[in-house]
């Protein structure tokens, strides 16, 4: 094999074991549910040695923070439609598909559980609320950069994450998309209010 071949091999391998070890992880968290696997366990599933996943990620706490991350920018990226209205309307769906999914309420209480986990659980959790907001305000940034007046982040999580996340936890009503769209409807309105720029 050419010099060239070998340099791509160990990223092309390195991307199959977090792939095995990422669905490894998702398997045992709807199987088990969290608290009740360990990184052997994880190791086993995946057809990998334990030491490799603590050389890689450090500790359970982070690994799960990865799995968590990778998944939602997998499943639920934050879209680029061109208006405000537009994005909200898009990302509101993707989130609603993604926590409704298979194994989306599991993965919601992984994330809640990990902020009782000590540092490491509270450091895993905070590092992938913070690249997740950094994207979020990443769209909004685009629709100022329009002309828009987007709400902040804060408003955006507040007004239309949240009741998402809290009807799916609690079993309080589905996510019709009639439902979503009151929420951004809600959140543009009480933009208008203040402004009267964003539609």
Known sequence: MDEQGRARRPGGRSARV???VHQAV??????????NFTVGDIAARAGVADTSLYRR???LQALLGDVLLTRLNARSPMPDTGSLAGDLRA?????????TG?????LVRLTIALSGEGQQGLQARDELLADRTRQLQAMLDRARGRGE?????????DHLLAPIYM??????????????DGLVDRLL???EDRTGSWR
């Open 18 to 20: 977090r792939a095995a």
């Open 26 to 35: 998702t398997e045992l968290v709807r199987e088990r549910g969290y608290g």
């Open 57 to 59: 990620w450090g500790n």
């Open 91 to 99: 990302h509101a769906a993707n989130v609603a598909r993604e926590v």
């Open 102 to 106: 298979p194994d989306g309420l599991a």
């Open 149 to 157: 007046d987007p709400p902040d982040v804060l408003e955006v999580l």
């Open 167 to 180: 009807r799916v936890l609690f079993g309080a009503g589905p996510l019709t998309p009639d439902y979503l």
């Open 189 to 191: 309105a009480s933009g």
